[in-house]
């Protein structure tokens, strides 16, 4: 892979910090003339018939379903669930990169995307992933997408702590009824010990996590790992999860871009 002009073992040793993206994005797109999406892995539509089964069951009437796209990048994922959800949603890209954030933001505005649901809302925001309930209070965030993010912190030299804190944030402020889909390569084995560990160090009971094969790029297999308490179409149930979570909690909104 093209990682345009950054060293390769540089940005694996370093993947868990934001000076590192920053030169990633800033360098790759002094490559090209015009903005291209950057996709880890695969694009939307290796990944759509996860992704919106799982909203399907997740309807709370006319309110907005909550999205969260963990560490988006350039990514078109977000962009792409805003765009296909019969279901109103409010779809949140968010990364640790202001300058990837910046780049979504602009191309958005430049190549404006109309929602299959005219009250679905789409926003792009900079946000360390550690640190979610900055901004979400707890059981309020009914689908995480995290497409590489966790895989990023895992093999990153000081990231493994990392990772564990992220997936903790996200289990807090997942709805009961929430998903989190995580996108990766990493086998089964080694991703469900690591997941049902970290699970049970936050407090958290759970039942297994489910697991279903994307299917294969240059000879990689990557895998969907699951956890909610509702069943995805595509996938076997997931856990439920309950997390102790304060009462009350503080949280801001800053709305970048509603298109």
């Keep these: 892979m093209d990682l345009g002009g950054v060293i390769l073992a540089d940005l694996i040793e370093n993947m868990d910090k934001k000076a590192t993206w920053d030169r990633f994005y ?9 903005f291209k999406n950057f996709e880890w892995f695969f694009g939307f539509d290796a990944i759509r018939d996860f992704i919106m089964p799982s909203l399907q069951t997740k309807s709370h009437g006319d309110a907005l379903l909550h999205v969260l796209d963990m560490g988006c990048g350039t990514s078109a994922i977000g962009p792409c669930i805003y765009r296909h959800s019969h279901l109103p949603v409010r779809v949140t890209c968010a990364d640790i990169s202001p300058i990837a954030v910046r780049q979504m933001l602009e191309h958005i505005q430049a190549n404006t995307i109309q929602p299959h649901n005219a009250s679905s ?12 309930q900055t901004r979400y209070v707890c059981r309020s965030v009914d689908l995480i997408v995290d497409k590489g993010t966790t895989d990023a912190l895992l093999r990153s030299k000081e990231g493994k702590g990392k990772a564990g ?9 997942l709805r009961s009824s929430g998903s989190l889909l995580q996108f990766s390569d990493e086998d089964p084995d080694a991703r469900l010990l690591w997941l ?15 697991v279903q094969e994307v299917g294969e790029l240059r000879g990689m297999t990557y895998y969907c790992y699951q956890g909610g308490s509702q069943r995805c179409s595509r996938s076997h149930p997931g856990p439920v999860w309950f997390v102790t979570c304060p009462l009350h909690w503080h949280t801001h909104y800053t709305l970048i871009c509603t298109v």
């Design 121 to 132: 809302q789409l926003e792009f925001v900079e946000l360390d992933c550690m640190e979610l």
């Design 26 to 34: 800033a360098e790759n797109r002094n490559r090209t003339t015009t």
């Design 165 to 173: 804190l992220v997936l903790k944030q996200c289990l807090k402020v």
């Design 196 to 210: 049902e560990t970290e699970a049970q160090e936050a407090g958290v009971m759970s039942s297994d996590v489910s």
